[in-house]
Structures are given as structure tokens and as C-alpha cells.
């Protein structure tokens, strides 16, 4: 039998299997196909101060192995989330990490304020990659020292775990990392989408209003295996891994490189089911191989 249990810090998960924020609703929608209580973690959809209607125009197209979206965060806001949506988490027993994800540093701060509060609330994951509107849309992720900044902050007003979410768009994602966690972190999620661009030729204009849209999916999973490896080698932070994970292969290659969990997400628009089949087929491949413990796989590869 396979110790299941990984940790991220103080958090601990019965597994290391995760859904990403923004693919699984706030939970309710995915509970329809499995049962969340089985999860590692269930991430909440990125949750603001007020509710958000997102982005105008077109939001998401099907790429080559991958898939772009220009959501604009859409949300019901955190007062509609803690009365309408929380209470039916509580009820799956299921461990619920926060998305905050707001525009300014003050609004993130009273965003971690509040979750920190919330009866059936695990973690919060700090959502670095949206732009910062007081700071001329320079996202905070990209620039260690405005990570450092929010970071330390937010750590000042929460008591829970906090997790923060990188942006592969940084020119430095090592950087970031230990900015992360040198302001307090307990673990760093790897990645947020890349920037990326489709041009719709009949129109001769891009596809989406805001130009650039976030790339998702099997398409950056080599590139961001790549970061997870970085961080691992040089920051010690646990780390959740986050990028084109579609099978227990992807998963485990992702713990090997040092991701102490990881997070399924464009997959579950494709198989809702798909993050249990990840977790049975990672377990398959512990009792095959006689590894006791699934937090042996963690780094391993580096030895």
C-alpha cells in the first residue's frame, strides 16, 4: 500500500492531486462528474472584491495541444462565494484552496483578509499574474520585488497557508520564487499561462479584444517542467505544478522534477473525470515500482 500524503508547508494533502484554479468552477460543476472530496485539492475559480463579468468578445479557442483563453476573470465576488458557494464545499469534506485574484495590492490584501476567516478554507493561492491596474498594468508576477512587496503583505493579514501563483511570463522565474518565499510563502504554484496571440485573418484583427489571451495545455508542459526543475534545484519551497498535465506520466514527471503536487487543468475541459484517473494511475505506478511512500517521487530525478 502507497502513503498517498504529500505536504506543502503546514498543508497537508491526502494526495498530491490538485485541479487549477478556473477549470473546475467553484466546485459544484466538477462534483457533477466526480467526487472533489477524493482530491488533493479543489482551487476555486480567482475570486475579487466585487463580482466580475469578464472580458467582451471572444474568450477562449482551441489551440494545437493547447487551448487560449481571455476570461477576464470572471467571478461572483467573494461576499456571493462565502455565502452561496462555500457552504456547499464544506459539505464534500473536500480541502478548498482560495484563488485571490486582485487588482491592486490593497484589494488583494482584504481579499486574504476575509478568506483567512472563512470556515472550510485550507489555503489561499495568491494570484501574482494579474495585472496590477494602480501599477500601469505591470503584472506583479513579473517583477520580484512587487511579488516580495504583495507577498509580505498578505502574509501580514493570514494565519493559513499561503501559496503563491507564478507567471511564466517573468524574465526571472527563480527570482520570483525565492521572492516568494524569502516574503513569506509556504509554496510557490508553477505556472500561470504564458501570453499568446491569434489573429483572425478574415477580420485582419486579433481574435481576442484584449490582443494577448493566457496559453494553456499540453503545449507548454515542456516548458514548464523545465521552470518546476529551476525552482526545485535552487529554491527550497514546496512546489505545485501546474501545465499541460493530461496523464499519471505527465504527473509523475512533474513530482520527479519537483512539484510536490500538481494541478490538472485545461485536461478537466475534456475529461471532467481525468484528475482520478491521474491519481489511480499514480498509484498504479508506486505499488509497481515498490515506492512506499508517493512523496518519494519528489525530486528524484535530481539524484
Known amino acids: 500500500?502507497?502513503?498517498?500524503?504529500?505536504?506543502?508547508?503546514?498543508?497537508?494533502?491526502q494526495n498530491p492531486v490538485t485541479v487549477a484554479s478556473g477549470t473546475a468552477g467553484y466546485g459544484e460543476e466538477l462534483s457533477k462528474y466526480i467526487d472533489i472530496s477524493r482530491l488533493g485539492a479543489l482551487v476555486t475559480k480567482g475570486l475579487s472584491l466585487e463580482p466580475r463579468l469578464g472580458n467582451t468578445g471572444n474568450r477562449i479557442?482551441?489551440?494545437?495541444?493547447?487551448?487560449?483563453?481571455?476570461?477576464?476573470?470572471?467571478?461572483?465576488?467573494?461576499?456571493?462565494?462565502?455565502?452561496?458557494?462555500?457552504?456547499?464545499?464544506?459539505?464534500?469534506?473536500?480541502?478548498?484552496i482560495a484563488n485571490a485574484a486582485g487588482h491592486s495590492i490593497e484589494e488583494n490584501i482584504e481579499l486574504c483578509r476575509i478568506l483567512s476567516d472563512a470556515e472550510g478554507i485550507s489555503a489561499i493561492e495568491l494570484n501574482v499574474?494579474?495585472?496590477?491596474?494602480?501599477?500601469?498594468?505591470?503584472?506583479?508576477?513579473?517583477?520580484?520585488?512587487?511579488?516580495a512587496n504583495l507577498?509580505?503583505?498578505?502574509?501580514?493579514?493570514?494565519?493559513?497557508?499561503?501559496?503563491?501563483?507564478?507567471?511564466?511570463?517573468?524574465?526571472?522565474?527563480?527570482?520570483?520564487a525565492r521572492a516568494a518565499k524569502e516574503s513569506g510563502a509556504d509554496a510557490v504554484s508553477a505556472m500561470n499561462t504564458f501570453l499568446g496571440c491569434k489573429i483572425d485573418i478574415d477580420k485582419?484583427?486579433?481574435?481576442?479584444?484584449?490582443?494577448?489571451?493566457?496559453?494553456?495545455?499540453?503545449?507548454i508542459r515542456p516548458i514548464v517542467l523545465r521552470m518546476v526543475w529551476e525552482i526545485y534545484g535552487n529554491v527550497d519551497i514546496p512546489i505545485i505544478g501546474i501545465g499541460g498535465i493530461q496523464t499519471a506520466q505527465d504527473a509523475i514527471e512533474f513530482m520527479m522534477a519537483g512539484a510536490s503536487a500538481i494541478s490538472v487543468g485545461a485536461a478537466n475541459m475534456v475529461d471532467p473525470?481525468?484528475?482520478?484517473?491521474?491519481?489511480?494511475?499514480?498509484?498504479?505506478?508506486c505499488s509497481s515500482h515498490g515506492i512506499h511512500r508517493m512523496s518519494d517521487l519528489i525530486g528524484c530525478a535530481h539524484k
Open 151 to 176: 507577498t509580505a503583505q498578505a502574509r501580514g493579514v493570514t494565519d493559513i497557508p499561503l501559496i503563491v501563483k507564478l507567471s511564466p511570463n517573468a524574465p526571472d522565474i527563480v527570482a520570483c
Open 204 to 219: 485582419k484583427k486579433p481574435y481576442f479584444n484584449n490582443i494577448f489571451a493566457g496559453l494553456s495545455g499540453p503545449a
Open 61 to 96: 479557442i482551441e489551440t494545437p495541444s493547447g487551448v487560449m483563453n481571455s476570461i477576464g476573470l470572471e467571478n461572483v465576488g467573494i461576499r456571493k462565494f462565502l455565502s452561496e458557494k462555500l457552504p456547499f464545499l464544506r459539505k464534500t469534506s473536500a480541502v478548498v
Open 1 to 13: 500500500m502507497t502513503e498517498t500524503n504529500v505536504q506543502l508547508g503546514s498543508l497537508s494533502l
Open 273 to 285: 473525470c481525468v484528475s482520478i484517473e491521474i491519481l489511480e494511475g499514480i498509484i498504479a505506478f
Open 129 to 147: 499574474s494579474c495585472p496590477n491596474v494602480k501599477e500601469g498594468g505591470i503584472a506583479f508576477g513579473k517583477d520580484p520585488v512587487m511579488l
